[in-house]
């Protein structure tokens, strides 16, 4: 029953994680009237649906008793402030890189984006290597090794690419390029970064979980160093919008 759960994950898994790909690559290259909605906008959206299924399996956890429910997340969330603010940087940089991914999109088709970011498979090693003290077999470097091989090999440019009908000028794909790349570097920190913290306490991931999306929403409305990172964003949004403009 448990492999049977394990494969039954793993399916699920894929599936959400192409059907986002496609998802996210269709919202941003759909041709319509109107302005097109902030990447922002989507990503608070998301951290707010976050939030709530984490109280909800927090909630679960509490054998669905709204007392216990209100006495973890005031002890565990709001009588500990210093532990929400050590998930400043993997918030700060969570959202860096979920901005990026949307920027990302925009510029690339999905197969390209969907290969090319799993080189946070790299980047999440490497980091896990030099923050946690992992060891990493023979055959898991050659895995990955392989695997940026791969990549190498669908950024290559190929002759049918030149062609005067296609999606993306080389400037718009090499921006897309940069932003995936930003965003599987930030990925593999953040993720190491907040698995050294769960490793260090005794809070379960939910409440972890918490934290973070709160100060990730902290980071969009409230500190100076969250507009920074919103900034390149804007940049990129501004600069599709006046490409648009120009093509009417």
Not at 84 to 112: E, F
Not at 115 to 141: E, H, N, P, R
Not at 159 to 166: C, G, R, V, Y
Not at 183 to 209: D, H, M, P
Request: charged residues 15%; glycine residues 4%.
């Amino acid at each position: 029953m448990s492999a049977n759960l394990k494969y039954l994950s793993l399916g699920i898994l894929v599936f959400q994680t192409t059907s986002l790909v496609l998802t996210m690559r269709y919202s941003r290259t759909l041709k319509e009237e109107g302005p097109r909605y902030l990447s922002s906008t989507a990503v608070v959206i998301a951290e707010l649906l976050k939030i709530l299924a984490c109280v909800l399996l927090v909630y679960k956890d509490s054998k669905c008793n709204l007392r216990t429910l209100n006495r973890v997340l005031r002890d565990e969330i709001l009588n500990k402030p210093m532990e929400t603010l050590k998930l400043a940087i993997p918030s700060g940089i969570y959202t860096l890189q979920n901005n990026l991914l949307y920027v990302a999109l925009s510029n690339l088709d999905a197969a390209t984006y969907q290969v090319t970011y799993q080189l946070k498979i790299l980047t999440t090693a490497l980091f896990s290597v030099s923050m946690l003290s992992k060891k990493l077999g023979v055959y898991q470097w050659l895995s990955l090794v392989i695997l940026m091989t791969g990549v190498a090999f669908v950024q290559w440019p190929s002759d049918s690419q030149e062609t005067p009908a296609k999606e993306h000028s080389a400037g718009s794909q090499f921006v897309g390029l940069i932003a995936v790349l930003i965003a599987c570097f930030s990925s593999g920190f953040a993720g190491v970064y907040f698995e050294k913290i769960l490793k260090e306490t005794k809070q379960s991931v939910w409440i972890r979980n918490i934290q973070l999306a709160c100060r990730s929403m902290y980071n969009y409305f409230g500190s100076w160093p969250g507009h920074i990172l919103n900034v390149p964003v804007i940049l990129c949004e501004t600069r599709r919008s006046e490409q648009a403009v120009s093509e009417c």
